[in-house]
């Protein structure tokens, strides 16, 4: 793993929401750095909303993965 590598990766693809907002947020709980995989297309709005909630940055976006980081 490299110091761009994502200290955790929680694979949700096939989950529909409100599983993969759940998932990142247990994930978050236990790493500053964590790249989701999801599917649904509900989930970029709930990672979104999520990350302002909690202050997370969002990098890396693409239609089925988001990385995000706390400090």
Do not use: N
Request: contains cysteine.
């Amino acid at each position: 793993m490299t110091s761009d590598d994502p200290a955790r990766v929680v694979d949700a693809r096939g989950m529909r929401c409100p599983w993969p907002a759940l998932r990142l947020a247990r994930a978050m709980r236990e790493s500053a750095d964590v790249l989701l995989l999801a599917d649904d297309p509900q989930a970029g709005g709930e990672v979104a909303a999520l990350a302002v909630e909690h202050g997370w940055q969002l990098t890396d976006v693409s239609a089925e993965r988001w990385r995000v980081r706390r400090d």
